[in-house]
């Protein structure tokens, strides 16, 4: 009789192992020339006896990032596993908002860490079947076996083969397992991942993004999924698109061709920065002393524009004014209710990336890096940065159950907190490690070569805006890259800073290097 393992399958039974299933992948071997991986199944039932089975690789394909889990942990030193285990907290805070006036500026990012799977194990098979646990047994076994799914259940056959081993599945890997599979070649899975990962890129919307990869045989993780907006979790409000009023007083031809580039008008401008040089009569600097005072509109008076459009270079058209370039003050954006039609001016992040990018293996050990397949102008629009917006406190959660040993993605949208008498528990981060966009690669320099700006749809709206990336200059095509992750002002790189002991070093290279992250 065969011994039921009480995996449900969802829809119809097949010989494919699905990730939902799997609790883990222990192990690895070679069995007639092919490679196989030992896959612990989930179970309520038998929590001290869980199901093992091995199989070749090829029946992974739904599983692959289980197995890249695996893969990772193997080729971790015993050092790095102890750094993943111990807990630490980790936030990057970075400026404030020197020079907005009605609302500040910080910036944030944060340390994280997916927990990892074990390792190895041992066995012999019969045929390339798997193998699994014999629940019968008062002592815990593994057994050569083999397992079929048949209506929605995995069945586990032991096999009668005299030549199978069994194990006490509490010492499992046992140390010949760890030994076999130390041997044992994975290529065919480093394959089978990459190819997956590709296959998800390339259903990434917009201009390609690729990968490359000169160093090694690793993939980013699969654990990732590629979103194109923010995904609002549990406690995150954003305001209704309804509230994003639009301007009103605009259309798409004011004269000259040009919509809300005549700045006065535009409610959507309400907030961007005064254009001070244009101030030329007493009437228009008593408005604007006064609406600085009282903190009241400053519609009427003429506002930087902040995006180039008429009467320049052809490859400036559409970025960013010096102005905004080097300040921090954040872009408004028209929308979707504005009066100025979709051929506004005012309207480019919101489109979306339009430059080939390419994710690469760093060669400092910085892990992933991002680079862009074309030349980039100064002030051009690059991407913007993507994840599950989460509440402060889970925020937090994940950062105390994450290491300082892996990379951080997360980033407080705090830019109007100060301004808007906000509290740190009202503040929503937003974490790439998980789901995102191709920015969640990009590497920190001390001499970057890209900024973060604050970008805003909805001016009523200072919990949730988009954070884009911009070429600080020209970037020639192929060059990595990179933002300061604490975005420090002039003049704050002479402030004398305690390292923490969780400190990571920087890796930039740059003459102006500060030697730490988040510090
Ligand atoms: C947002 S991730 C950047 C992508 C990352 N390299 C990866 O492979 O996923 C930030 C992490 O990259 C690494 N990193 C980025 N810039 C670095 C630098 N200048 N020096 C050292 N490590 C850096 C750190 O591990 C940091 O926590």
Redo the contacts with the bound molecule.
Sequence with gaps: MPLRVEIPMSGPPTRRVLLDQVHSVICNRIKDGEEQYLVRWKTDSLPQKPPLSWHNINELARCLEHVQDYLDARTKSPREVSALSNLSKKRKSPDSDLDVTRRPSPFE?R?NIASRTPSTERSQSRSNTPSVINDRSSSLGVYNGVLDSEDGFVYARSSSEPSVAVIDLRDVPTPEMQQTARRSKTDRAHIMIRAEYDRRLKKVPGKPIHLVNTFDSTT?SLRFRYIKDYELQEGVYKLDPTTQEGCQKCSPHMGRDIGCEYTKKCDCLEYAAVDESRLTTSKLQQEYRESRESGGSSIGLPKKFPYFAEGTKIQRVGTLVPFYLHSRRPIYECNGNCKCGPYCRNKNVQFGRTVELEIFK?AS?????LRCKQDLAEGQFVDTYRGEVITDAEATRREESSSKA????LYSLDKFQESEGLDDSEIYVVD?EFMGGPT??????CEPNCRQYTVSYNKHDCRVYDIAFFACRDIPAGEELTFD?LDKEEGDDDEVQEVSPDA?????GTAKCRRW?WT
């Design positions: 990012h340390l980013p760093t050990g910085r892990g992933w890096g892996k990379a951080s993605y790439g969640k690669f990009m590497n920190h320099s992750y990571i070093p920087c890796l930039c992250l």
